[in-house]
């Protein structure tokens, strides 16, 4: 007791304490937050500042150092963290065996401040109400930005690039980010929950970022906008009124146009400018010619590229190279001006080789997956805040096809700051959407059970849905340990059957449910309070989403949460009855839909997957699986050989530990790994051994 009453007495340590939105510190960060988005766009330093800021706090919140943390990262967050140390990771390597110049020492400082992201987002994430304030920084940002654009369209003073605004950077970081701005804030825009004065102002600060945007005449970045807008039609438009639907894209379309045509709006014209380059047969290359000059500095870099595409030339090949072909007359001297190719993605091939480009696609395939994955969920709110993250880093990572974003100090400003921002926004919304008063469900719910000898561990399953599922259905196999009695202690539907195999018996546990939806649950899993609550909100609903929802398990082994590998999928679980069956499998059974439904949903919230009791559970009952499917395939006919088995055995292994991620799990990954590879060999060894005997 002693014991207990020092442990509940220890103070939570601060890294891991929520910063409540009213304290001193909840206030403050909302206020950072919001004046870096407000004012970045037209005061020098400030989004630099904020970034820099947010990550130092991060840094100090954090306590001991981030490195003894990582088990306490859940998926998203390792991920990310992964994609952020594996590009930085690559130029260092890059730098080590090409060596550094000039142009290489200049590009050290701004890499490396990627790694700001990490600290940056681990701090926002634990700031309770930080939503309200970016969404307001966004709007304020977008507003500020298109009347400083207007500003200076009217005054027709010239600025550093003629006719185009560029703020306190350049004309593609201004135009680019207002664009990302305009387009985050379409979910408010469309939000039917959102107040009519609100939605109003959301709607002139889309106007106005666009027009910004279209001032600067930066054009590579509105090269996202039909993609995203295509997106919306399948995503937020999906909940809309036809009428609405199509409305707001055609009017975006149609604003764009006008903008573009405008006179003295200088997107237009640069968009004919590049539109006269493609049919432009001239030897000489004009400096206002930028297509042009892209052009040609993308054909200098594929030159190098041909031998070089593995491992690149270093940080200052293409300058090397740009300076030989100025001397022997290939290009003009004012050339010598660039510093990279305008392009990150060839910047990436040229500094690192494959893996630059790998882990830059990895950098913007991460979160625009996590985001892209949160329109599945239950969670209204948080998929709107997961919408205004896709769309920022899907038009810089559209900027980068025209500019070399992390080459400059801008690029790596607003990267850090909308990708920390975005990710922890997500976190933000989602946990305050849970926190919120429970929903009255007005959906059934029915959970089902099948078991056998599972008295050590069905009471966990069983308490976690007690008082909370409408109704339990146990099928139990003929126990012999007591199972069927714990069960009659939580639910009166209970009863003793014969063992046809799991799809068999889970389908007759499916047919004797009446609830309007179905969990089907096993003795070994767990239902979190997380995914309670986000299961009630789905079925608060009159009608749900989605008539299928995937449940994204947690697996507990060995002491450890893991969570990459085939052990971390997302199984369909959730369902409306009638609309699923279960497959007639012996072993490895599975919900499938119905035939007329095309998709289902996936929550966020975990499902706790308690897999094996030991490391001699886990085989033996692996190992008896391989048994059953071995038998089940080569009644199908199947065949094989002991060599297939060692090599579907490494596959798997490599399957699992590397391309799954199983590595981010440390040694119960690996140790998770090799149970499965065993297992994988055992299958096969077992139908080499059915085949042998036919």
Same mark, same amino acid.
């Not at 020492?105 to 401040?113: A, F, P, Q, S, T």
């Not at 995203?228 to 975006?252: C, D, E, N, S, W």
């Given at each position: 007791?002693?014991?207990?009453?020092?442990?509940?007495?220890?103070?939570?340590?601060?890294?891991?304490?929520?910063?409540?939105?009213?304290?001193?510190?909840?206030?403050?960060?909302?206020?950072?937050?919001?004046?870096?988005?407000?004012?970045?766009?037209?005061?020098?330093?400030?989004? +630099?500042?904020? %970034?820099?800021?947010?990550?130092?706090?991060?840094?100090?919140?954090?306590?001991?150092?981030?490195?003894?943390?990582?088990?306490?990262?859940?998926?998203?967050?390792?991920?990310?963290?992964?994609?952020?140390?594996?590009? /930085? #990771?690559?130029?260092?390597?890059?730098?080590?065996?090409?060596?550094?110049?000039?142009?290489?020492?200049?590009?050290? #400082?701004?890499?490396?401040?990627?790694?700001?992201?990490?600290?940056?987002?681990? %701090?926002?994430?634990?700031?309770?109400? !930080?939503?309200?304030? *970016?969404?307001?920084?966004?709007?304020?940002?977008?507003?500020?930005?298109?009347?400083?654009?207007?500003?200076?369209?009217?005054?027709?003073?010239?600025?550093?690039?003629?006719?185009?605004?560029?703020?306190?950077?350049?004309?593609?970081?201004?135009?680019?980010?207002?664009?990302?701005?305009?387009?985050?804030?379409?979910?408010?825009?469309?939000?039917?929950?959102?107040?009519?004065?609100?939605? @109003?102002?959301?709607?002139?600060?889309?106007?106005?970022?666009?027009?910004?945007?279209?001032?600067?005449?930066?054009?590579?970045?509105?090269?996202?906008?039909?993609?995203?807008?295509?997106?919306?039609?399948?995503?937020?438009?999906?909940?809309?009124?036809?009428?609405?639907?199509?409305? !707001?894209?055609?009017?975006?379309?149609?604003?764009?146009?006008?903008?573009?045509?405008?006179?003295?709006?200088?997107?237009?014209?640069?968009?004919?400018?590049?539109?006269?380059?493609?049919?432009?047969?001239?030897? $000489?290359?004009?400096?206002?010619?930028?297509?042009?000059?892209? *052009?040609?500095?993308?054909?200098?870099?594929?030159?190098?590229?041909?031998?070089? *595409?593995?491992?690149?030339?270093?940080?200052?090949?293409?300058?090397?190279?740009?300076?030989?072909?100025?001397?022997?007359?290939?290009?003009?001297?004012?050339?010598?001006?660039? &510093?990279?190719?305008?392009?990150?993605?060839?910047?990436? !091939?040229?500094?690192?080789?494959?893996?630059?480009?790998?882990?830059?696609?990895?950098?913007?395939?991460?979160?625009?997956?996590?985001?892209?994955?949160?329109?599945?969920?239950?969670?209204?709110?948080?998929?709107?805040? +997961?919408?205004?993250?896709?769309?920022?880093?899907?038009?810089?990572?559209?900027?980068?096809?025209?500019?070399?974003?992390?080459?400059?100090?801008?690029?790596?400003?607003?990267?850090?700051?909308? @990708?920390?921002?975005?990710?922890?926004?997500?976190?933000?919304? &989602?946990?305050?959407?849970?926190?919120?008063?429970?929903?009255?469900?007005?959906?059934?719910?029915? /959970?089902?059970?099948?078991?056998?000898?599972?008295?050590?561990?069905?009471?966990?399953?069983?308490?976690?849905?007690?008082?909370?599922?409408?109704?339990?259905?146990?099928?139990?196999?003929?126990?012999?340990?007591?199972?069927?009695?714990?069960?009659?202690?939580?639910?009166?539907?209970?009863?003793?059957?014969?063992?046809?195999?799991?799809?068999?018996?889970?389908?007759?546990?499916?047919?004797?449910?009446?609830?309007?939806?179905?969990?089907?649950?096993?003795?070994?899993?767990?239902?979190? $309070?997380?995914?309670?609550?986000?299961?009630? @909100?789905?079925?608060?609903?009159?009608?749900?989403?989605?008539?299928?929802?995937?449940?994204?398990?947690?697996?507990?082994?060995?002491?450890?949460?893991?969570?990459?590998?085939?052990?971390?999928?997302?199984?369909?679980? @959730?369902?409306?009855?009638?609309?699923?069956?279960?497959?007639?499998?012996?072993? &490895?059974?599975?919900?499938?839909?119905?035939?007329?439904?095309?998709?289902?949903?996936?929550?966020?919230?975990?499902?706790?997957?308690?897999?094996?009791?030991?490391?001699?559970?886990?085989?033996?009952?692996?190992?008896?699986?391989?048994?059953? =499917?071995?038998?089940?395939?080569?009644?199908?006919?199947?065949?094989?050989?002991?060599?297939?088995?060692?090599?579907?055995?490494?596959?798997?292994?490599?399957?699992?530990?590397?391309?799954?991620?199983?590595?981010?799990?440390?040694?119960?990954?690996?140790?998770?790994?090799?149970? =499965?590879?065993?297992?994988?060999?055992?299958?096969?060894?077992?139908?080499?051994?059915?085949?042998?005997?036919?």
């Amino acid at each position: 007791m002693r014991i207990e009453l020092a442990r509940a007495a220890r103070p939570v340590p601060r890294s891991d304490a929520l910063i409540p939105a009213a304290s001193w510190l909840g206030r403050i960060s909302a206020l950072i937050l919001f004046l870096g988005l407000a004012l970045g766009l037209v005061v020098p330093k400030v989004a +630099g500042g904020v %970034f820099l800021l947010f990550a130092l706090m991060g840094v100090v919140w954090l306590e001991p150092g981030l490195a003894r943390r990582r088990l306490g990262l859940d998926a998203h967050e390792r991920l990310l963290t992964l994609a952020v140390l594996s590009f /930085v #990771g690559v130029w260092m390597l890059a730098w080590l065996g090409h060596g550094l110049g000039p142009v290489g020492w200049e590009d050290v #400082g701004r890499i490396l401040r990627l790694l700001l992201i990490i600290p940056a987002y681990l %701090f926002l994430a634990r700031v309770d109400g !930080l939503d309200r304030a *970016w969404w307001s920084g966004l709007a304020a940002g977008a507003i500020i930005a298109g009347g400083y654009a207007i500003a200076f369209a009217l005054t027709g003073e010239p600025s550093g690039w003629i006719d185009r605004v560029g703020g306190p950077t350049n004309p593609i970081y201004f135009g680019g980010v207002a664009l990302a701005f305009a387009l985050m804030l379409l979910p408010r825009v469309a939000d039917p929950e959102t107040a009519p004065a609100i939605r @109003l102002l959301m709607s002139l600060a889309v106007v106005l970022g666009l027009t910004a945007s279209a001032i600067s005449g930066s054009r590579g970045a509105w090269l996202a906008l039909i993609p995203l807008l295509v997106l919306y039609l399948m995503t937020l438009g999906t909940r809309q009124h036809p009428a609405k639907r199509f409305g !707001l894209p055609l009017v975006i379309l149609a604003l764009a146009a006008v903008l573009a045509f405008l006179p003295g709006v200088p997107l237009g014209q640069r968009v004919i400018e590049a539109f006269g380059s493609f049919g432009s047969h001239g030897d $000489e290359i004009a400096r206002e010619d930028t297509l042009a000059v892209r *052009w040609a500095l993308w054909q200098l870099s594929f030159d190098q590229l041909r031998d070089a *595409w593995l491992f690149g030339v270093g940080p200052d090949g293409f300058r090397a190279a740009l300076e030989r072909a100025v001397a022997g007359g290939q290009l003009p001297a004012w050339f010598l001006e660039y &510093h990279h190719p305008h392009d990150q993605f060839i910047s990436a !091939l040229l500094i690192a080789g494959l893996p630059g480009l790998l882990t830059l696609v990895l950098l913007f395939a991460v979160p625009l997956g996590r985001f892209a994955r949160l329109w599945r969920t239950g969670l209204e709110r948080t998929r709107l805040v +997961g919408w205004s993250g896709l769309a920022a880093v899907a038009v810089l990572a559209v900027m980068g096809l025209s500019e070399s974003i992390f080459q400059r100090n801008s690029g790596i400003v607003w990267f850090g700051l909308l @990708l920390a921002g975005g990710y922890a926004m997500v976190r933000v919304r &989602h946990r305050r959407e849970l926190q919120s008063a429970p929903a009255r469900r007005l959906q059934s719910l029915s /959970v089902i059970m099948i078991c056998r000898d599972e008295a050590d561990r069905i009471e966990g399953a069983l308490e976690s849905v007690h008082g909370w599922a409408d109704e339990i259905v146990v099928l139990d196999s003929g126990s012999t340990d007591g199972t069927a009695d714990i069960c009659r202690q939580y639910t009166q539907r209970v009863e003793v059957t014969d063992w046809p195999g799991f799809g068999v018996q889970k389908q007759r546990a499916l047919q004797r449910a009446t609830g309007d939806w179905v969990l089907s649950l096993d003795a070994d899993e767990v239902v979190s $309070e997380d995914l309670r609550r986000e299961i009630d @909100l789905v079925l608060s609903r009159v009608r749900p989403h989605y008539s299928g929802y995937r449940l994204p398990w947690l697996t507990i082994a060995f002491g450890r949460s893991l969570h990459f590998g085939h052990w971390a999928r997302a199984p369909l679980r @959730l369902v409306e009855r009638g609309s699923a069956r279960f497959t007639d499998a012996s072993v &490895h059974e599975k919900l499938v839909m119905a035939d007329d439904v095309r998709s289902t949903g996936r929550l966020e919230g975990p499902l706790l997957h308690r897999v094996f009791r030991d490391e001699h559970h886990a085989r033996t009952k692996l190992f008896g699986y391989a048994r059953l =499917q071995a038998a089940e395939r080569s009644q199908a006919g199947r065949r094989a050989t002991r060599p297939e088995a060692r090599v579907r055995a490494l596959l798997n292994w490599l399957d699992n530990y590397l391309l799954r991620g199983a590595f981010m799990d440390g040694r119960a990954g690996w140790k998770m790994s090799a149970l =499965q590879a065993a297992y994988t060999r055992e299958k096969y060894f077992e139908l080499a051994r059915l085949s042998s005997e036919r």
